[in-house]
């Protein structure tokens, strides 16, 4: 069984940066793709970034791409997303996930949820 715990989240100004983490145990973390996602007030969940097994590939939402990066350390079992430019509307629980192999933009997709994390970006 997978447990994924992210940490990062708080409150930044529009324009700001922030830097979520997931750690992750109980399997192997390097067969696993891993995914970013959010959930803003009032919104349903949506896809924000993922990355490949061994880091090589990732894939972002066009609402966050040249803004957000995602990336993994395999040796420290854990994948970030670094937040940059940060704009109100970027406001949301965010949430990392994990599935075997392939990377994927859909969340149905992926197996294992961690807790959330709040992001609030402030005008």
């Known amino acids: 069984q997978v447990q994924l715990v992210e940490s990062g989240g708080g409150l930044v100004q529009a324009g700001g940066s922030l830097r979520l983490s997931c750690a992750a145990s109980?399997?192997?973390?390097?067969?696993?793709?891993m995914g970013w996602f959010r959930q803003g007030p009032g919104k349903e969940r949506e896809f924000v970034a993922t990355i490949s097994t061994s880091g090589g590939s990732t894939y972002y939402a066009d609402s966050v791409k040249g803004r957000f990066t995602i990336s993994r350390d395999n040796a420290k079992n854990t994948v970030y997303l670094q937040m940059n430019s940060l704009k109100p509307e970027d406001t949301a629980v965010y949430y990392c996930?994990?599935?075997?192999?392939?990377?994927?933009?859909?969340?149905?997709?992926?197996?294992?949820w961690g807790q959330g994390t709040q992001v609030t970006v402030s005008s």
């Open positions: 996930a994990s599935r075997k192999y392939i990377a994927t933009r859909h969340s149905d997709q992926y197996n294992y």
């Open positions: 109980g399997g192997t973390f390097s067969i696993y793709a």
